[in-house]
């Protein structure tokens, strides 16, 4: 099946051959200029506008000298930034945030992680951060003298990716360093200026009207599972199981756990309830536990442990309570394994090392402490806390299969806790188990990313900045640098907004105050990267030209012979370099992976 990027590939190319043949056939007016599938329109309206604005040129000259700063500085930290990815990338490519250069592209539904649902806030968020960059080099063009040939707006293949302007290149060269340096940086100054503007709106009263609707937002459920047979899917909101209430995604596990029936009514926000009969799944294992048996697609079920049906997690735990051992009956086989906590590394020198554990990673699987079973990693504390530190206690362990008691002198870590030195999976023996099968969405999470909660409360107001800028960043693609998230946010999107409702004084806009949070999330999402990317010191960037007028006021101080040879030498090389190592950033992960 030809797949979506083929279609717009073979889109862009019969756009530009035609482009390219009305321009070379006259049809186009003078001012469209065809280049490839570049297609840039040229005006000199607007210039008037500009002279009239850039009257109070001390105010704007202060303004540029501010922009000036905070360029240089990220600057710096942008370059640096992309060369440590290269070496990230090299040394791990399978752990890039980009895996496909097609992710690249501010193209919704082309890039995995900008879907079409949002497609128009980000297309008004990359229009915003356009021409308030461009605007901002016409601008301090005109507070500093320097004529403007035209202006205008860039497209790739009718799709909006930059706008321009052109100062005169002889009233550009006759500037002095400094307008041009402030020149340069203050589309970069714009950018961070509206992000900052949006955030303060959005954090504000935007964000402070919405809240998360109460109970658990249904992200998905798991193949094979009882919540997908009763037809639970995405856009549910689950807000009570057996008559017990569910306050939120976190809550909806611990009542989960409570309730022990095979059989559960399930009450949702919006439609009627639905019976869920309860199946035991393997949602996750650690490679070589119970591979014959760990199937995906749908999940393994466990059917019964030594004989004894199961069908809940706490059915499971109660039949594996008394033998160390169990057979796990499934609908993929049967597999006889140790249950307890599987041990991901036994630490050298620690107690349980010293006492004769393995420590070249063979699998260690901790059955027993004392008289006390272990059946999973949550029941090892439990166990070593009834000892001290200092204790000598029998800890049963399988060991490729094979059972070994030692004698173990427990450790202590540093808020006075009994120890054995040892590192543990998740579940039992590495097994994770679900018996209800609904994944829940994190709008809580999302909500709080959003707004700044989840800031820490004991960080500096610089370091909750920064903290919450890398948040914002990354929410698009959060399932891939949050380890316990499943899912992307790309703002309050048709497939979500069933999980947030707005209150307050600003209620009755319903969900318009939702369409407005969207665009000022992507406004100032794509106008922070925007002024990231423009900052890179690499021609023909806004970085690269503010590169090479600082080295050139450096060179000028030290008098350096062939002076002007060795500022573009080391220009020259610094733009090579940062496009090297961001078409490594680009390609590398799909090459080297």
């Keep these: 099946m030809v797949g979506l990027l083929t279609w717009v590939l073979v889109g862009i190319t019969l756009y530009t051959v035609i482009a390219i043949g009305l321009q070379t056939r006259g049809y186009l007016p003078e001012y469209a200029k065809v280049s490839g599938p570049l297609l840039t329109i040229h005006t000199q309206r607007g210039r008037q506008f500009l002279d009239w604005l850039a009257q109070p040129k001390r105010f704007w000259r202060a303004w540029g000298n501010v922009g000036v ?28 945030a980009i895996q496909n250069p097609q992710n690249v592209l501010v193209i919704p539904g082309v890039n995995d992680f900008l879907p079409l649902s949002a497609a128009p806030e980000i297309i008004f968020g990359l229009l915003v951060g356009l021409v308030v960059h461009e605007g901002g080099h016409g601008l301090l063009c005109r507070v500093e003298n320097i004529d403007i040939d035209s202006m205008g707006v860039a497209l790739f293949a009718l799709i909006p990716i930059g706008a321009f302007v052109e100062p005169d290149a002889d009233n550009q060269r006759e500037a002095d360093r400094g307008a041009q340096t402030r020149m340069f940086a203050a589309g970069i100054t714009n950018n961070f200026a509206i992000t900052a503007i949006a955030l303060l709106l959005l954090v504000g009263p935007i964000a402070a009207s919405v809240a998360v609707v109460p109970g658990a937002p249904v992200g998905d459920t798991l193949p094979g599972s009882g919540g997908e047979a009763a037809g639970l899917g995405h856009g549910d909101v689950i807000t009570a199981i057996d008559g017990q209430p569910v306050d939120n995604e976190s809550h909806l596990e611990d009542v989960v756990d409570e309730v022990d029936n095979a059989t559960v009514e399930v009450s949702l926000r919006d439609g009627d309830p639905v019976t869920v009969e309860r199946r035991l799944l393997i949602f996750g294992a650690v ?69 004769g554990a393995p420590t070249d990673g063979t699998a260690v699987v901790i059955t027993k402490v004392g008289d006390q079973r272990v059946t999973n990693a949550s029941t090892l504390r439990p166990a070593l806390d009834r000892h001290k530190p200092g204790d000598t206690v029998t800890v049963e362990t399988y060991v490729r299969g094979h059972q070994s008691v030692l004698d173990v002198r427990l450790g202590e870590d540093d808020d006075g806790r009994p120890i054995l030195g040892v590192g543990v999976r998740d579940g039992y023996s590495g097994l994770i188990l679900d018996d209800f099968g609904v994944d829940t969405y994190p709008a809580n999470q999302f909500l709080g990313m959003l707004t700044g909660q989840a800031i820490p409360d004991d960080a500096g107001v610089a370091t909750g900045v920064l903290f919450y800028l890398v948040q914002l960043l990354v929410l698009p693609f959060a399932a891939l640098v949050g380890p316990d998230l499943n899912y992307n946010f ?29 665009l000022l999330f992507w406004t100032a999402w794509i106008n922070f990267n925007l002024a990231l990317f423009n900052c890179i010191p690499a021609f023909p960037l806004d970085g690269g030209h503010i590169m090479r007028t600082s080295v050139e006021s450096v060179a000028s101080r030290l008098s350096l012979p062939y002076g002007r040879q060795v500022v573009t030498a080391i220009t020259l090389s610094i733009t090579v370099a940062m496009i090297g190592a961001l078409l490594v950033m680009i390609f590398g992960p799909m090459l080297l992976a």
């Design 69 to 96: 700063g905070i360029t240089v500085i990220v600057m710096v930290l942008s370059g640096f930034i992309v060369v440590a990815s290269v070496f990230a990338i090299v040394a791990q490519p399978e752990g890039a």
């Design 287 to 355: 490679p070589g536990v119970a591979d014959d048996v760990v199937g995906q697609d749908p999940l393994t079920r466990i059917t019964a442990v030594d004989g004894t049906a199961v069908n809940t997690e706490a059915a499971f735990d109660a039949a594996v309570a008394d033998d160390s051992t169990a057979t796990l009956e499934t609908d993929r086989g049967n597999v006889t394994i140790p249950v307890g906590a599987l041990v991901a590394q036994v630490n050298e020198n620690g107690p349980l090392a010293d006492a």
């Design 490 to 518: 790309a703002g309050f999107t048709a497939d979500v907004t069933g999980f947030f409702v707005v209150e307050g004084p600003l209620a009755f806009m319903g969900g318009a105050l939702l369409l407005g949070a969207n």
